[in-house]
């Protein structure tokens, strides 16, 4: 039985900034920053960088459907976007980061521009499918992220906030795009938006990760190390120790099933914890 988006869910956009020095510019930044782990970080900064215009599509998808929302769904989607708006506005800051270690990323900005122009040719209920899909990604590994700390462990206070601030709201907002879909396509079949959907997170999986694996490859051959040595450490980071993708796995799976609702794992008291944490810290 699946569930549905819990009534007292509360969406609450976080105006946190983080990572800047005291006249507000983008503080310092080492090359590798996650523990001086070149894997960490190449893994961590190629996520970043996709995330201002992956948000950016994200939200235009969703709001595209808003006016036709139920009035709740309606408030949630407005909160999604706060959200995201947000969080792209603190990503562009630590994007800047990456650049003063030294990295050019003029090459992924631009792949990333041609895989979003790719997904705006799409009709619009495409792309809020590209979003749905994309949100299960960053749900589950926001729960993985918050679950065990062991993979922000040597990360610098401050970047390993952001990081714990970002997967707080992605987990809090994981049902909007879902929600969005579900309304849109009221009046298919259940069968059509079963197929649909999972036909597009298919086509994304393999979309995400390579696009990942491609700036990694790019963050690797700038720092010199671009080798099959290095590529079996990235096997072990996601398979082995920390394993975020191992852990990850049977969470994704469940996607497929015609039951799925993101909030069949209700992770409400995970993210209640760590943000207490990190409105203290």
Aim: aromatic fraction near 12%; proline fraction near 5%.
């Amino acid at each position: 039985m699946s569930a549905t988006t819990p009534d007292d869910i509360a969406i609450s956009p976080r105006d946190l900034k983080f990572n800047r020095d005291s006249s507000g510019s983008p503080a310092d930044h080492t090359r590798w920053w996650h523990g001086n782990d070149p894997v960490k970080t190449a893994f961590m900064n190629a996520l970043s960088i996709t995330f201002p215009q992956g948000e950016a599509l994200f939200i235009e998808s969703v709001r595209r459907y808003r006016d036709a929302a139920p009035p709740k769904l309606q408030e949630q989607i407005a909160a999604f976007i706060k959200q995201e708006t947000l969080h792209t506005r603190e990503h562009v800051v630590f994007n800047r980061l990456i650049e003063r270690a030294g990295y050019d990323v003029t090459a992924m900005y631009a792949f990333t521009a041609k895989r979003m122009a790719l997904a705006r040719s799409r009709p619009p209920i495409a792309q809020l499918c590209v979003t749905v899909a994309l949100e299960h990604f960053t749900a589950i590994m926001a729960h993985g992220l918050l679950a065990n700390p062991e993979h922000l462990a040597g990360a610098p206070v401050e970047v390993a906030r952001l990081w714990r601030y970002h997967a707080i709201e992605e987990i809090e907002h994981k049902s909007v795009a879902f929600d969005t879909y579900l309304a849109a396509t009221k009046d298919w079949s259940g069968f059509k938006r079963w197929y649909v959907r999972c036909k597009v997170m298919t086509i994304m999986s393999y979309l995400f990760w390579s696009s990942n694996a491609r700036h990694m490859a790019d963050f690797f051959r700038q720092d010199g190390i671009n080798t099959f040595g290095t590529w079996l450490k990235v096997l072990k980071f996601h398979f082995v120790k920390p394993g975020l993708l191992r852990k990850i796995a049977r969470e994704y799976w469940q996607f497929y099933s015609p039951n799925f609702h993101p909030w069949n794992t209700d992770d409400r008291n995970l993210i209640a914890s760590v943000e207490k944490e990190l409105l203290t810290s």
